[in-house]
């Protein structure tokens, strides 16, 4: 009898951003490497009742990282994402990552592979 590999288990995974086109190109590169459970929501607020492995949010990240989903979500050990439009000197705290936008989909797939969630 031989082993069948087992999958890894899957969270869900967050977009939050107004722009339907780049919500889609990051569930597009999450799928890509292997999430089949993606929500996509035009704002944090509107998703706090989910416990994401990992959540790609629009906003400047001394924002976003003190939302209360945000913390929440840290709290039961989600990866953050932020994706500002420009990048402050801010110390970034574990778990959290920055993809500055605009991006290219080369660089989100390099963070998603780094982040080695699938």
Do not use: Y
């Amino acid at each position: 009898m031989s082993a069948e590999p087992t999958a890894r288990p899957q969270g869900t995974c967050i977009i939050v951003h107004e722009n339907v086109i780049v919500a889609e190109d990051l569930r597009e590169a999450l799928m890509a490497e292997g999430a089949n459970n993606i929500v996509i929501g035009r704002d944090v607020s509107q998703l706090g009742a989910q416990s994401p492995m990992v959540a790609f949010i629009a906003g400047q990240v001394d924002q976003v990282i003190r939302l209360p989903e945000v913390m929440e979500w840290r709290g039961h050990g989600a990866q953050i994402v932020v994706m500002p439009g420009f990048v402050d000197d801010v110390e970034l705290q574990d778990g959290i990552h920055i993809l500055e936008q605009p991006f290219r989909s080369e660089q989100a797939t390099g963070l998603i592979q780094k982040l080695k969630l699938f």
